[in-house]
């Protein structure tokens, strides 16, 4: 309950915005291309945290052609409410989009916390509370565990020693090469 809360404000605010800037049809596109960046996050999330799940895949796809229905549903509302000689000024559209808008959005912030890239604590905190039981159980996002585990400071050790090894291997090679071709003559 809480988190559908917190997505209608965020989509009364972005709805207020988008009806004073009097973009409605923009507000689509936007959707879509949130919809795009959602799928592509959660392909690369797949990929890294080595959960490929097609049954999840496809049901996003569902969710996705289900969120265009909600939006025709929404026009024919609007278009019936005009037929009877009101004005909504698009703002029923424009309401259903910006909800969608606002959970595109947070899927995305997901997508990238769970890949591991860096988000802002408060942003952190905000998903990690969205996440909650209404029970009081915590729900945390799902990362894989190797990511947990890995040190930036110890990967860049161990890659400096790699590096040396290789160098190391290479002036090894090139000077049986040299002695070699000193054994030829």
Request: charge should be negative; include cysteine.
């Amino acid at each position: 309950m809480e988190i559908t809360g917190v997505k209608s404000i965020g989509a009364l605010v972005v709805s207020f915005l988008i009806y004073l800037i009097g973009v409605v049809n923009e507000a689509v596109v936007v959707l879509v291309f949130f919809m795009l960046l959602d799928v592509v996050t959660g392909l690369l999330r797949s990929w890294i945290t080595k959960s490929w799940d097609s049954t999840i895949g496809f049901s996003g796809v569902v969710k996705k052609l289900g969120i265009f229905i909600m939006i025709g549903m929404a026009a024919s509302i609007e278009y019936m409410v005009m037929a009877v000689g009101q004005d909504p000024k698009s703002l029923i559209i424009l309401g259903v989009t910006s909800f969608f808008i606002v959970n595109e959005g947070i899927s995305i912030l997901e997508n990238c916390a769970q890949i591991g890239l860096p988000i802002p604590a408060v942003l952190f905190n905000a998903l990690e509370k969205m996440h909650r039981d209404p029970s009081g159980k915590e729900q945390r996002l799902i990362r894989h565990p190797i990511l947990d585990r890995i040190d930036k400071k110890e990967l860049l050790k161990e890659n400096e020693a790699l590096h040396h090894q290789l160098k190391k291997a290479k002036g090894d090679k090139s000077d049986e090469n040299q002695l070699e071709s000193t054994n030829e003559e």
